[in-house]
C-alpha cells in the first residue's frame, strides 16, 4: 500500500478531454464558436435537407420554422434589450457573419431576420426543441469529440488541433453518402455535423433515439443545472425588492443566444445585464464580457461566506472587478468581523 500511494503521487491521473477543455478558456471558446457554427450550418443552410426523411409514407422534417408566438417573443425580447443598455458603438464578431457589427447592428438583423421569417431551428412534437441550445453547449460537443477519438477517428495529438479536426469541412463520401444525395448543397460536412445527422437518422428512420437522447440528455443536465441557478437568483432579487426584470431563459432565445444575457433587472433606477453563472471561474470567463453594454456575471457565493450570497465579475475597466452582488448593488452590508 505504501508504494501504490507514491505510485499515485507521482503519477496523478491523467486529465479528461472534457477537465482539460474546462481548464482552458481559449479552447472551450474555439469548442463554443465552431459549435455555433455547426448548429447554424445544420438549421440554416440547405445541409438542413439532410434532416429530412420519409416515415411511414410522409416526409418527416427535423428542422423547421419556429411558431409565431416564437417569432413575436424574441422580437420583443430583442427590442427590450437595445432599448435598455449601453450602446458604445464598439464593433463585434457574431457567430455566422461575415464583419463586424455593433450591438445594435446586430440586434436589428437579428429582428430583420424575425421579420422576414428567416430563422429555422430543429423542431419536436411540433415544438421548439432544446436541441436548439446545441451550438453553444461546449460539453456536449466535447463528449462526442471524445466518442470520436476513443474510436480513432482523430488523427492529431494535442487538443486543440483534434477540435480543428473534429469540425473540420471534409468530402460528405467520407461518410458514406453518395454525391446524387446532396447536391442541394456544398458536398461537405464536419464530423460533428455528420454526428448529428446521424442521431436524427436513427430516430426518424429506426425509431430509435440513443444517440439523439445521450445529446438531449447533456443538454438537459447543463440547462436545468443553469435554470436552478438563474431561478434561485431571481428569488433572491425578489426576497431583497427586486421585482422589476426581464427574463430572457427561454428555449432558443435571441438574446441569451447571441449576448449572453440571462436577464436584466432593474436596479436603483438603471437596467442591469445579467448572466448567472455556477462558479467564479465560469463567471470571470463569461463571454457576456467581451461586449460593452454594462453587464456582469454572477454565480453563488460559498454558504459560509461574510459576503452575502452571490458573487459578481464586471470586467468594463482596466481590471476586472470582483465583489458581493448583495454589497454592491442590493446595499446590503458584509460581515467582514467574522472568520
Known sequence: MHYIGIYNHMNPKPKSIAQKVFDNKSIKNLITDLGIKTYNNLVRSSK????????????KKMVGSPSKEWVDRNESDLIFFQEHIKETG?????PDRIGKYTITQEANKLIDSLEY???????????WSILNRLGSNWSNWVA???KRDDMGHLESDDLESKVYEYFEQRPIKEFGIKHEESTAFNPTLSMAEYDIIYAFVVMAKEFKNDELDEIRDRIK????KGEYNENEFI????????????????????????????LMANINGGWVPIQVKSSEKSAFD?????????GVAIYPLPKKSDCGKWG???KRGKFAKHGSFDEDFLNVSCDSEND
Open 90 to 94: 464598439k464593433k463585434h464578431n457574431f
Open 117 to 127: 421569417n428567416d430563422f429555422y431551428g430543429f423542431i419536436e412534437d411540433g415544438e
Open 286 to 294: 463569461s463571454k457576456i464580457h467581451k461586449y460593452d453594454f454594462g
Open 48 to 59: 438542413g435537407t439532410l434532416l429530412s426523411f420519409i416515415v411511414n409514407g410522409e416526409v
Open 144 to 146: 462526442m469529440l471524445k
Open 221 to 224: 443536465k447543463t440547462t436545468e
Open 312 to 314: 459578481y465579475i464586471d
Open 235 to 262: 428569488r433572491f432579487l425578489g426576497e431583497n425588492g427586486i421585482t422589476n426584470i426581464k427574463n430572457f431563459s427561454s428555449y432558443g432565445n435571441l438574446v441569451d443566444m447571441t449576448f449572453q444575457v440571462d
